[in-house]
């Protein structure tokens, strides 16, 4: 499995940014996919995350300010950020769980996209 994430870049303190990440390759299903982020210095952390059934689990610092969505079809994720702030700043990883086949649905791996940086000025 395959992520190519796309979006990041620079926005000013307060601006909007949308994050997408599509999926593919070799896989029966994504069960799974979300965002997570790496500032200098700092551990990986989710920021948002959603089911194939369109559950979302959100961050703290961002469940008022964003937004996931999950297109199951086109196996693609996308995370609007609104009222983005300096301590946004980080590399967003796209994260996806999948079965490879129908024999195994229950066996799920995980897959990381390569990462898109996202700065917010001040």
């Known amino acids: 499995v395959q992520l190519q994430a796309s979006g990041g870049g620079l926005v000013q303190a307060g601006g909007s940014l949308r994050l997408s990440c599509a999926a593919s390759g070799n896989f029966f299903r994504i069960h799974e996919m979300a965002w997570y982020r790496q500032a200098p210095g700092k551990e990986r952390e989710l920021v948002a995350r959603?089911?194939?059934?369109?559950?979302?689990n959100y961050a703290d610092s961002f469940k008022e300010r964003s937004a996931i969505s999950m297109d199951n079809d086109k196996n693609t994720v996308t995370l609007r950020m609104n009222s983005l702030e300096p301590d946004d700043t980080a590399v967003y990883y796209c994260?996806?769980?999948?079965?490879?086949?129908?024999?195994?649905?229950?066996?799920?791996?995980?897959?990381w996209g390569q990462g898109t940086q996202v700065t917010v000025s001040s």
């Open positions: 959603i089911e194939y059934g369109g559950t979302a």
């Open positions: 994260f996806a769980r999948a079965s490879r086949s129908a024999p195994d649905f229950f066996k799920r791996q995980i897959y």
